[in-house]
């Protein structure tokens, strides 16, 4: 299974993606645990938490097949090769940077950036981006995602991240959205497994009936 399969089976078993901001190596693995219970199946640690590529390392050796791991808010060449020397599978950033994307495809990862403007979104698509993320979300809107969905490929993925909540998720659906990034109202720093699985379990639940 190509990196790109790998991705597609993962996002169509449950299209959330957990962005752990703030976690640590010595609670990475629980939290990790408590999302894979929960059903979820896509994992970043953003690059801007302690010690990232170690939690990285321990999350995708939990994870194994069942969940695809890697980093957030990769925002240069360099920081891509130490997700995949990590064993990251997938490379999130916050904004369009062709380089960053034509790195993280060169190096077999999934490529995520950001984007917030039809240009970006397509800048990213021609450099090579397996999927896309309207961020930040909340400074968007429903109609302003499907008035640029009408005009991208269908098959591109696009996930609404930012101010996601799991009773606020159909009307992103309706207007496009395949999918959706979860942070703080997912997990932030100090947050408990106990906690961050219950959460977990409520976006799950949330998005499962505006999926079918």
Known sequence: MTITEDFQAHFAACPLVAILRGVRPDEVEAIGTALLDAGIRIIEVPLNSPEPYESITRLAGLAGTRALV?????????????????????????????EVIAAAVAAGLV?????????????????????????????????????????????????????????????????????????????????????VGEAAARFVAGVRPVQG
Do not use: C
């Open 70 to 98: 890697g980093a957030g808010t990769v925002l240069d060449t360099t920081a891509v090769g130490r997700v995949a020397a990590a064993g990251g599978q997938l490379a999130v950033s916050p904004s369009t940077d062709p």
């Open 111 to 195: 490529s995520m950036p950001g984007f917030f403007t039809p240009s970006e979104a397509f800048a990213a698509i021609r450099a090579g981006a397996h999927a896309l993320k309207f961020f930040p979300a909340e400074a968007g809107s429903p109609a302003v995602l499907k008035a640029m969905r009408a005009v991208l490929p269908r098959e591109m993925p696009l996930l609404a991240v930012g101010g996601v909540t799991p009773d606020g998720m159909a009307p992103w659906i309706a207007a496009g959205a395949n999918g959706f990034g979860l942070g703080s109202a997912l997990y932030h720093a100090g947050a408990t497994p106990a906690a």
